[in-house]
């Protein structure tokens, strides 16, 4: 019954999505000042008005199995350090080059330098869980590219595929190269490693209200990260910005995709040995349906944003 929940949630979160597309955008570079009525429908149209509606949402029953992965294995706060440091040594060529795939890496930077501010100031009840998950997405991540620019397509899973593909070759807006691999990454990687680092802890405390509370955190990260990736690579990328409703949006499609994620998750920890490919396949047939219709609406001319970035990359 949850899983279904959890699914009309995702599905309305990708009709508000085509419905949002259809609004009429604000210039990218420039915004026009936010209007009275935009400041007063503001606290009425944040998605944080659908956080209750999550948390009714409860987890399944998990086993605890400890984590016994090669990456953190300690979950010592320094390997979200060593996160960061890897992000920053691979997004300065990436951003020198105005390769398309500077867009995420720079939003994936900022996310995990939040991440760690987070953790820092004790907003998570686990800190070590917390920092493992954060450290094994991320090498998730980086194996990816990695097996993609060495020639290694095979090893990358479909919606990855599209979406390295599409960066590659220089055929979505920024905003699409964003969603694409933010896709990518959340719905076909996430429920592996939070199945992988495990949901709940030995005493049988599930880890989701952690996971839920960090949907909050993303929403203070939109505007700055999209104003910065407007500045540097896209002056078009905050086309959407259209006061409160943009913020919306992009909240909602965040938390239909997390939500997906963990219930996605539960099922590959809790699904027999013989069913667990079929999940697996599940999983990645979700994700490469979503970068399908990604692709569809943010195909885009390059000329501009590459003309942009040859001279605002720094």
């Known amino acids: 019954m949850r899983t279904r929940l959890a699914r009309a949630l995702a599905a309305a979160v990708a009709a508000t999505l085509g419905l949002g597309l259809t609004s009429t955008p604000a210039h990218a570079v420039d915004p026009a000042p936010a209007d009275p009525v935009t400041n007063l429908l503001a606290p009425l149209l944040s998605p944080t008005l659908v956080d209750p509606v999550i948390g009714l949402l409860a987890a399944l029953p998990a086993q605890y199995k400890p984590y016994a992965g090669p990456v953190c294995a300690s979950g010592d706060p320094q390997c979200i ?3 960061i440091a890897e992000m920053k040594q691979r997004l300065t060529p990436l951003a020198a080059s105005c390769s398309h795939d500077a867009i995420f890496s720079l939003a ?20 070590k869980w917390l920092t493992q998950i954060d450290a094994v997405f991320a090498h998730m991540y980086f194996d990816t590219l990695d097996a993609w620019n060495s020639g290694r397509p095979q090893d990358v899973p479909h919606a990855w595929r599209l979406a390295l593909r599409a960066t590659q070759d220089r055929t979505m807006s920024g905003l699409g190269d964003f969603m694409m691999n933010m896709n990518a990454h959340i719905n076909n990687d996430f429920p592996r490693v939070l199945a992988q680092v495990g949901l709940v802890d030995a005493n049988g405390k599930s880890h989701k209200p952690d996971h839920n509370a960090y949907n909050q955190r993303l929403d203070s990260l939109y505007h700055p990260v999209f104003d910065e990736e407007t500045a540097r690579f896209d002056p078009m990328f905050n086309k959407l910005d259209v006061g409160p409703v943009d913020e919306l949006l992009v909240g909602l499609i965040m938390r239909g995709w997390r939500e997906m994620v963990w219930r996605h998750a539960e099922a590959l920890v809790n699904a027999p040995a013989i069913l667990k490919p079929l999940v697996e396949r599940e999983i990645e047939e979700y994700a490469a349906t979503q970068a399908q219709l990604i692709r569809v609406v943010f195909a885009a001319n390059p000329a501009q944003r590459d003309a942009w970035c040859a001279t605002h990359h720094g």
């Open 108 to 127: 994936y930077l900022r996310v995990t330098e939040n991440v760690k501010a987070a953790a820092d100031n004790g907003y998570f009840a686990d800190r």
């Open 81 to 83: 350090v060593d996160v």
